[in-house]
């Protein structure tokens, strides 16, 4: 029998768990629409199913969605972010966006993080866990529920390190593409990632459609290495080799991710370092002014410097763009509400 929990389960498994039951196979298609393309959280949900059989189902193979334990709403721009309580009482966090193009929300997919990036409030205190594939698309099928809309695009850029947690992020590819889910076009998906090369490697040879997203955030090891633990271990030449290699299998343009953080890595001379870097490469720079956090006394680079770097990186021939802060009244950033609400259960904790 499968591992998983039924959220994260694949038709075929699905199947299985039904042919355990003396089910009929039709019963497979059914509970998986049912959970992947509305994503109920209940199987009373399912009408088409006898209220005997959902109460044997509801037993054996529990449904563990994502409960709304915060919102916050965007008076500027309309993003909503989510902070998601899951079934043990771990919380993570989710983004909707809208584009003009649709919507779009940033998933987590871990609670916390270890990878240990400084600018970063969702790897302070360190890696609780994985998530499940189904805790992936649970968000997407909570924040589609809770906004009366359709999410067409996903980015894997909430909590967390996708490739830290690689099975399952790819598990969540499938279901999230099936058909009879929620039927998104990898095309659709983007995933980022700090840098861990070899995983990036296994991802290459699986030649997916998803856009590649790397938080490259220097030009230079050292600067890297300070700022980036994990360049320790994957330094940048090795992680450039893969980038390169990774274009050229999968055809795909990278997209590099900057954030833009005052007197550290915003020069001119990180920006010539920059162009000198991707030269050639079939990728796309994103600049981002650096979230400013709690945590952290990093300032963001000012709007001059941030327009003359971008500015280098464009005479270079770099295809570059600075990205729409949107949500900035709301602490859009990933990470800032978990560590508020984990900070004041802890105080309430503490006061009893
Ligand atoms: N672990 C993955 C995905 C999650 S982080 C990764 O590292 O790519 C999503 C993006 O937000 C990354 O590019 C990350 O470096 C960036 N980020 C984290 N903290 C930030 C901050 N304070 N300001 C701007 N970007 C930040």
């Known amino acids: 029998m499968s591992e998983y929990d039924i959220k994260s389960m694949t038709y075929e498994e699905i199947t299985d768990v039904c042919l355990s039951l003396g089910l009929p196979k039709f019963r497979a298609g059914q ?21 005997q059989l959902r109460s044997k189902l509801s037993e054996a193979y529990p449904i563990n969605g994502c409960e709304i334990e915060l919102k916050r709403v965007s008076k500027i721009d309309g993003t909503v972010k989510y902070l998601f309580r899951l079934h043990d009482g771990n919380y993570i966090e989710s983004v909707l966006m809208k584009y003009k193009y649709g919507y779009t929300l940033c998933i987590s997919s871990q609670v916390g993080c270890k990878m240990g990036c400084m600018f970063c409030a969702s790897t302070k205190s360190g890696c609780v866990r994985n998530l499940t594939a189904g805790e992936m698309v649970g968000q997407i099928h909570a924040a589609q529920r809770d906004a009366g809309v359709r999410v067409s695009h996903v980015v894997i850029m909430g909590m967390g390190e996708p490739l ?31 840098g861990i090369v070899p995983r990036m490697y296994e991802l290459m040879e699986k030649n997916l459609q998803i856009t590649l997203s790397v938080s490259l955030h220097a030009p230079e090891n050292e600067l890297r290495s300070r700022i980036m633990p994990v ?34 890595n915003d020069t001119k001379e990180c920006a010539y370092k920059l162009a000198d870097l991707v030269k050639g490469m079939l990728c796309h720079v994103n600049l981002i002014p650096a979230n400013e956090i709690e945590e952290s006394t990093y300032k963001r680079s000012s709007e001059k410097t941030l327009k003359d770097f971008c500015s280098i990186l464009n005479s270079r021939g770099v295809n570059v763009t600075v990205r729409r802060s949107l949500g900035s009244d709301i602490d859009a950033s990933c990470g800032q509400l978990r560590s508020r609400r984990e900070k004041q ?5 503490n006061a009893k």
């Open 31 to 51: 509970i998986f629409k049912w959970i992947q393309h509305f994503g109920v959280s209940s199987y009373d949900e399912m009408t088409d199913i006898s209220k």
């Open 164 to 194: 830290d947690n690689f099975d399952n992020a790819m598990r969540f590819l499938s279901l999230v593409g099936n058909e009879n889910g929620l039927n998104i076009g990898m095309r659709n998906i983007s995933l980022s990632t700090c």
């Open 231 to 264: 360049n320790r271990k994957y330094p940048l030449a090795d992680l450039m080799k893969v980038c390169r290699e990774y274009t050229e299998k999968t055809s795909r343009r990278i997209s590099f991710e900057y954030a833009m953080i005052s007197g550290l």
């Open 345 to 349: 259960n802890s105080d309430g904790r």
